[in-house]
């Protein structure tokens, strides 16, 4: 698998996370532990996965303020 297909895969779980997951706080927590994972594991385009479910954009800013950019 090519990790430029890691932020296509992650916009999948996002939407399946949101599709089945009604606690903010749990779809938080959840990606908190996978964005760990995918990095970990060299995919580090999770950035583009912003915009779309606000728990994960709350997780994103925390790990990576606005005001800096995320290390290729």
């Given at each position: 698998m090519s990790w430029k297909s890691g932020s296509s895969i992650f916009d999948e779980i996002i939407n399946h996370l949101m599709e089945t997951v009604d606690d903010d706080q749990l779809?938080?927590?959840?990606?908190?532990?996978?964005?760990e994972i995918f990095e970990n594991h060299d995919c580090d385009?999770?950035?583009?996965?912003?915009?779309?479910d606000e728990a994960f954009d709350e997780?994103?800013?925390?790990?990576?303020?606005?005001?800096?950019e995320p290390e290729d």
């Amino acid at each position: 698998m090519s990790w430029k297909s890691g932020s296509s895969i992650f916009d999948e779980i996002i939407n399946h996370l949101m599709e089945t997951v009604d606690d903010d706080q749990l779809r938080k927590d959840i990606y908190s532990g996978l964005i760990e994972i995918f990095e970990n594991h060299d995919c580090d385009t999770l950035y583009e996965c912003q915009n779309q479910d606000e728990a994960f954009d709350e997780v994103w800013d925390e790990m990576y303020p606005p005001d800096e950019e995320p290390e290729d």
